[in-house]
């Protein structure tokens, strides 16, 4: 029913910056709300930051000050623009939407930060 894809991931250097993106299969704004999730190796998938569809935004304490999300609904689109990277960010990044009060997922993206 939603398919979300993201892309933007990579390797970069401590203090570096990515931008990543998730495509949605329908229009973002029918979702109550958009996210961002985040696994490192050996851990549990995290929050990193959520968007309602009423403007309210979201961060973990580890982020604030350093991520962004955005939502380009014409586009289909959400953005999430990581500055300051640490190698403790270092995780396969997932997008998220709440449509109906289901969760759906992407597959992931890679970020590896190198010290």
């Known amino acids: 029913q939603v398919q979300l894809v993201e892309s933007g991931g990579g390797l970069v250097q401590a203090g570096g910056s990515l931008r990543l993106s998730c495509a949605a299969s329908r229009s973002i704004s029918s979702f109550n709300a958009v996210g961002w999730y985040r696994q490192a190796p050996g851990k549990q998938r995290e929050l990193v930051t959520t968007s309602t569809s009423g403007g309210t935004t979201h961060y973990a304490d580890s982020v604030k000050g350093r991520f962004t999300i955005s939502r380009d609904n014409a586009k289909n689109t959400v953005y999430l623009q990581m500055n300051s990277l640490q190698p403790e960010d270092t995780a396969v990044y997932y997008c998220?939407?709440?449509?109906?009060?289901?969760?759906?997922w992407g597959r992931g993206t890679q970020v590896t930060v190198s010290s």
């Open positions: 998220s939407a709440d449509l109906s009060w289901r969760l759906y």
